[in-house]
């Protein structure tokens, strides 16, 4: 039997660019939600005014936005074929997993009813507002967000790390997702301390947005939404391509 060792390379091209698609899709979902339930929120039609947090968007008529988004990132990252590694917190694979189930946790276990939110709607799979709900809400929002800054600080820096062809610039994808997990880790921590402080009432719902976008911008680099081309190219990952590497294999 003869193996086209040509076609087999085009079809190992086609996966890794379908993987680049699914990271860019878990980064363009990731930094959409945010600013749709905001941005909807300042119209009438959708009768919501801004939450406190994006968790309290269950409690409004953008429920389907919140949850949806959430459920597509959890059902993507579970979906995602990482790569294994014998270290637990550089494991990809076991680390997208975790979070894609982590996402929809967040989905179906709404947080703590706010005091504006009087006898609301529960759509969960168990139907009930007690408390302790709105702490698995939070354990599971903790998880997903610690793992977040795992994959951006431990995960997608594994592969320049022994990158010595040329001096790297200091917008090289590996600093990107340092300043990504670490900025996840400050929004996080700053989330409780802000609400103690009570200084700015959309505190929470900001943090947790730059959380969101910074989680993004990681997997949107790493799925090269910006090409690999030319100048960029050369100053995220060093490549220095005529054109990006996927319209190479499209032509």
Not at 146 to 157: D, E, K
Not at 204 to 231: H, M, N
Request: glycine content about 8%.
């Amino acid at each position: 039997m003869k193996i086209d060792i040509n076609n087999e390379i085009k079809i190992e091209s086609y996966d890794v660019f379908t993987y680049r698609r699914i990271r860019r899709a878990i980064g363009y979902l990731a930094i959409s939600l945010p600013i749709l339930l905001v941005g909807f929120s300042l119209i009438s039609y959708f009768q919501t005014d801004i939450q406190h947090s994006i968790s309290h968007y269950y409690y409004t008529h953008l429920r389907e936005f919140f949850t949806g988004t959430l459920c597509a990132v959890g059902l993507f990252l579970i979906r995602y074929k990482g790569h294994g590694n014998v270290s637990i917190w550089k494991n990809d694979n076991l680390l997208t997993n975790i979070a894609g189930i982590m996402a929809l946790g967040v989905a179906f276990f709404p947080t703590t009813p706010g005091k504006q939110e009087r006898d609301p709607k529960i759509y969960t799979l168990i139907s009930s507002n007690q408390e302790w709900l709105g702490g698995l809400h939070y354990g599971f929002a903790a998880i997903l967000f610690l793992i977040m800054a795992l994959l951006a600080i431990n995960v997608f820096t594994i592969g320049q790390k022994n990158e010595t062809r040329t001096p790297k610039s200091i917008l090289n994808e590996n600093n990107i997702y340092r300043t990504c997990g670490y900025s996840i880790i400050l929004f996080v921590v700053l989330v409780p301390i802000s609400e103690k402080l009570e200084r700015f009432e959309y505190s929470t719902l900001v943090l947790e947005a730059l959380s969101l976008f910074a989680f993004g911008i990681a997997w949107l680099i790493k799925g090269r939404a910006l090409g690999d081309s030319g100048i960029k190219g050369k100053m995220l990952y060093q490549e220095e391509n005529a054109i990006d590497t996927e319209k190479i294999l499209e032509e």
